[in-house]
């Protein structure tokens, strides 16, 4: 069997998997889009925290007969406001607050869902996600989120990379950097909904950071790092669903699986290409990600750069 | 001093974090096109200061920028605060470009991209400041100075008449800290008001004609030679 026939042979033979793909696909644009502003203002536990907390709506929504991406979506609102109001506390850092948050929110959750007896809801359906459930109105719903959620990081693109490299500047020339903080935590929630059928709520974690790690490994743009953040992701949804179907496992597992074999893989290249710069440059050295040692063209702008503070001439 | 010459006006200005009382009746003014040296030891409230005059800490008291009382943060805007480099994140996937294209954001609207008036103002910034052409270099491969060339171009770009530097010459050797301070004459001649936070007191008596000496509040006010000595120095830089 050719890899094509390999890779295409589930969605052929099935609808449910041919809606699953769809599924798979929106959750991999969407989430590595948002990730990649979760990952450069350091709140992947944010991400982590606000997945599991979305339970205590979902489990409440179920129950009461409402709709699962409404009362997704209200989980988000409440755990943005308990960490806006225990927030202000200096004391608590924000860590806490998110941690005291998710836990209250999936708490009430699994108490719910353990009163249910007889709705016949199923925990798992939600934490590992149930794919091959998704029905057409569902990819409608949540292409039209993620059609919202990108239409806002499009026109804010901006504003958020001012907001997230230099707040306080993004501040003084008419930033609203609390608004933005506000969205960002929507954007997170909204990614979360739309995960939860395809890779379930543990799991939605995985696709936000993920891809957008992998990306920030190879990119030094915030534009081409979101490019190539969305074609990781669309691609490693694929073919984790695709080989989730021929080894009989777990979609959401194998998606989120997959996903760190293209971080692995970005690791191990970057790191074999570092080392070969460090060679050709005979025992010169890197810091971080970029060589220290300024390039013929950044020197003739530039006096030799001192990286060493300069101590003031006269003292007190 | 009339207020069409008057750049900064603060008055009764005090700053607190929690229980710590970082700024107390701080009072200065500085004229348009003064370049003004803020001397102090390390938590004198030298960025307090800076950050309170642009609006960016709670700040009790009352400051005056360009005559206009500051109400609203958008009366803050002609004012340019320009951080220590150690309190960003330099490996943050931003460009030279995009960086002092950020400075427009005063005269755009959130929804709105950036115009061609706007790129044009931003390449002119870099090429004053002598970093043309290096546009789509990420700010992480630059070297100390020339990232400080860069908050300079952002703060060019957003035409800002006051320029409060924090520390921008640590880590940058004397030919380029000679080259920034004859920037900054140049920009002062030209009615823009520079403010350095430095440590380098020997710096301060060369090049400035006015040091202001903080140490959580204003402790002496005027020429070098009056400022930086043993008397005044021995009340800034003493104990609290």
Known sequence: ????????????????????????????????????????????????????????????????????????????????????????????????????????LFASGVILISRSDGVGIDLSHYLFGQITTVRPADLVLNGALMMLALGTIGVLFRDLRSATFDP???????????????????????????????????????????????ARLVTDKITTMTAVAVGLGVSSALGGLTLSYHTASPPGATIALVAAGQLLVAFAMTSAWRAGRRLGRGGGYATGRHSIVPDARAMANDAPSGAHDKPATTSP | ????????????????????????????????????????????????????????????????????????????????????????????????????????????????????????????????????????????????????????????????????????????????????LDLFAALCAGGTTVMLATHDLALARRRFARCIAINGTVVSDGPPDLVLTGASLEATFGSR
Request: net charge neutral; charged share 15%; glycine share 10%.
């Open chain 2, 1 to 180: 001093m009339t207020t069409t010459e008057q750049a900064i006006h603060v008055e009764r200005l005090a700053v607190s974090y929690g229980n710590n009382h970082v700024l107390h009746d701080t009072s200065f003014q500085v004229r348009r096109g003064e370049m003004v040296a803020v001397i102090g030891p390390n938590g004198a409230g030298k960025s307090t200061l800076f950050k309170a005059v642009c609006g960016l800490v709670p700040a009790s008291g009352t400051v005056t920028i360009g005559g206009v009382h500051c109400h609203h943060q958008r009366d803050r805007m002609s004012a340019a605060y320009i951080p220590q480099r150690s309190d960003l994140d330099l490996d943050f996937p931003v460009t030279v470009g995009e960086v002092a294209l950020s400075g427009r954001r005063r005269f755009l609207s959130w929804w709105q991209p950036p115009r061609a008036v706007d790129r044009e103002r931003a390449r002119q910034a870099l090429e004053t400041v002598g970093i043309a052409g290096l546009d789509d270099r990420p700010i992480g491969m630059l070297s100390g100075g020339q990232v400080q060339r860069v908050f300079l171009a952002r703060a060019l770009a957003q035409e800002a008449d006051i320029i409060l530097l924090d520390e921008a010459l640590s880590g940058v050797d004397s030919p380029s800290t000679a080259a920034f």
């Open chain 1, 168 to 214: 306080l500047h993004a501040r003084q020339v008419g930033v609203p950097t609390r608004v933005l903080d506000h969205v960002l935590l929507a954007l997170v929630s909204v990614t979360v909904v739309v995960s939860l059928q395809t890779v379930g709520l543990l799991m939605s974690v995985a696709m936000l950071v993920t891809p957008a790690a992998t």
């Open chain 1, 1 to 104: 069997m050719t890899f094509l026939n390999w890779f295409m042979d589930p969605y052929r033979s099935s609808e449910f998997m041919r809606l699953a793909a769809v599924g798979a696909v929106l959750v991999g644009i969407l989430a590595p889009a948002v990730g990649v502003w979760v990952l450069l203002r350091r709140l992947a536990y944010l991400g982590d925290a606000m997945s599991h907390a979305t339970l205590g709506g979902v489990a409440g929504a179920y129950l009461v007969g409402a709709s699962i991406t409404l009362g997704a979506l209200a989980a988000g609102l409440v755990m943005g406001v308990m960490i806006a109001v225990l927030g202000a506390r200096r004391r608590l850092a924000q860590d806490a607050t998110i941690g005291v948050a998710e836990t209250v």
